[in-house]
């Protein structure tokens, strides 16, 4: 076996280095920036802008679970104080890593309490509606954002 010497590495170096300079010049200006705010966002296991806004959105409830890489948030019961006799809990499942409306499934409880004990009460399907629209206009305004920066 023959040994190489050391200027045929250096040469071999230089070469690539040279010809990985030229290749990276081709194309000039015309290739499309990176989109830093991209829909699909692979840092944690879900979208990024609609986990922001979900955990945004239910802020004012106490979290009982949120797993960033399953996509789950899952609140506790949260009494309005404007309205004692009632109780909510949300569970807000990301599906996927794009920013989709079909990407969102909220689910909601909803009790009331009759003599001193709750009793489960049906929500009215605007209510998850209107937290799935509050959740996607957050995402939205969130990418929105990251672009124009």
Do not use: H
């Not at 499309?32 to 922001?52: F, H, K, M």
């Amino acid at each position: 076996m023959s040994r190489l010497k050391p200027s045929f590495f250096l040469r071999s170096a230089t070469a690539s280095l040279l010809t990985l300079s030229l290749l990276s010049a081709c194309g000039g200006k015309e290739r499309p920036q990176a989109d830093i705010a991209a829909s699909q966002v692979t840092t944690i296991g879900v979208n990024s802008y609609l986990w922001r806004a979900s955990l945004d959105a239910l802020s004012f409830m106490p979290l009982t679970q949120t797993d960033s890489n399953g996509g789950v948030i899952l609140t506790d019961w949260y009494v309005n104080p404007q309205n004692p006799g009632e109780r909510m809990k949300i569970n807000v499942s990301i599906l996927d890593q794009d920013l989709r409306a079909d990407a969102l499934r909220v689910a909601a409880s909803r009790q009331v309490s009759t003599n001193g004990t709750w009793v489960d009460a049906p929500v009215k399907a605007a209510t998850t509606q209107k937290l799935e629209q509050i959740i996607l206009t957050k995402a939205r305004d969130l990418r929105r954002g990251m672009i124009t920066n």
